[in-house]
C-alpha cells in the first residue's frame, strides 16, 4: 500500500519551481511576491521557448520549422517539404548541409516573422514558389 | 592562413551539421513536450507536477529528457528538475527509470530509484523550500556572480552582486 506523504491540503509544487529551489530560493520569494521580471529575462524566455520548441521538434524530426509555421504541421504542403527533404535532400551532401543550416537558422527566422509581417510574407512567397515547384514535379513523375 | 581559414570553416560545418542529430538514445520516442498545449503530468501522492521535454521507451523502462538551451556545463538544479519531472511522470503511469539532462554540448545520465518515496526524498529539502516560499515565508539568498546575472529578478532583489 503506498504511502500518502502529502496532505491534500498542501500545495502543488511545479518541477521548474523545485530546480529553481536548488538554485537560489530567494528566487521562488521574489516570484511569488510577483516582483518584476528584467527586460533581458523576458527576452531569454522568448529566445529559450524558440530552442525547446526546436529541440522538441528535432527528436520528432518533424521538423520543418517555416512550413510548419506559415501552414500548421500537418498541412498537406508541410508534409508534401518534408518528404522533399526525406527523400531528395537528405541524399546528397550538399542537402544534408543545407538542412543542418535551415534547422539553425528557421528557429530565429520564424521568431522574427511573428512580429514582422513583412517577413511572414517573403517566407509564404518562397515556401509557395518552391511548392509549385514541388507540386509540378511530382505531377510529371 | 587560408588554410587554417579552410579548417575553421569545416570544422563549423561539421559542428553544425553534427549537432542536428538525434540524441543517439537506443529508444523509441514515446513522448514530446508541445509547449503551452500539452497538460503537465500530476503525481497526486507528493502533489508534484511537471512534464520533461521527451520521453524515450528504452529497454529498463522509460527514459526521461530535461533540456537546457545554454552552452555549458549541467548544474543540479538542472538534475533536481529532471529528477522532479520523472516523479510527476511516474504519477501518470510512466515507468520512468533513467533521466538525461543535455545542454547544448554536455549530456549526462541518472538512474532513479525505483521507488517513488525514494526519488521524493531525493528532492524532499527542495519540495519544501517551494511550499514555504509559497506561503510567503521569506526564503533565504544563495548569490554568486554567474547566478545572480542571469537571474530574472536581478534589478529588483537587494542580494545580487
Known sequence: MLIKMSKNNEPWVSASDIGRAEYCSHYLEHKYKGSKVSPAAQRARKKGDSSHEAFNQQAEDKRCFIASHIYGPDDRRTILLRRYRDQTLRKYFAGRVFIAVYYKLSPTLVTISRKLPVLDELLMKVVNRLLRILDKEHHNV | ?161
Not at chain 2, 519531472?85 to 539532462?101: D, F, I, P
Not at chain 2, 506561503?135 to 542580494?159: D, E, I, N, T, V
Open chain 2, 1 to 161: 592562413m587560408i588554410l587554417s581559414f579552410v579548417i575553421y570553416v569545416l570544422a563549423k560545418l561539421y559542428e553544425l551539421f553534427r549537432s542536428t542529430n538525434q540524441l543517439g538514445i537506443d529508444g523509441s520516442l514515446i513522448w514530446t513536450d508541445q509547449g503551452k498545449t500539452t497538460k503537465p503530468f500530476f503525481n497526486n501522492d507528493f502533489r508534484i507536477l511537471g512534464k520533461p521535454d521527451l520521453m524515450y521507451k528504452i529497454r529498463s523502462g522509460v527514459l526521461a529528457v530535461e533540456y537546457k538551451s545554454r552552452n555549458g556545463r549541467i548544474y543540479k538544479s538542472d538534475i533536481v528538475q529532471a529528477k522532479s519531472a520523472a516523479l510527476a511522470a511516474r504519477g501518470a503511469g510512466y515507468h520512468v527509470t533513467k533521466v538525461l539532462v543535455c545542454t547544448k554540448n554536455q549530456k549526462q545520465y541518472f538512474e532513479l530509484p525505483k521507488q517513488d518515496l525514494t526519488l521524493y526524498k531525493s528532492i524532499e529539502k527542495y519540495v519544501s523550500d517551494v511550499r514555504e516560499a509559497k506561503s510567503g515565508l521569506a526564503m533565504k539568498a544563495k548569490p554568486s556572480r554567474y547566478k545572480c546575472r542571469s537571474c530574472a529578478y536581478h534589478q529588483s532583489c537587494q542580494f545580487a552582486v
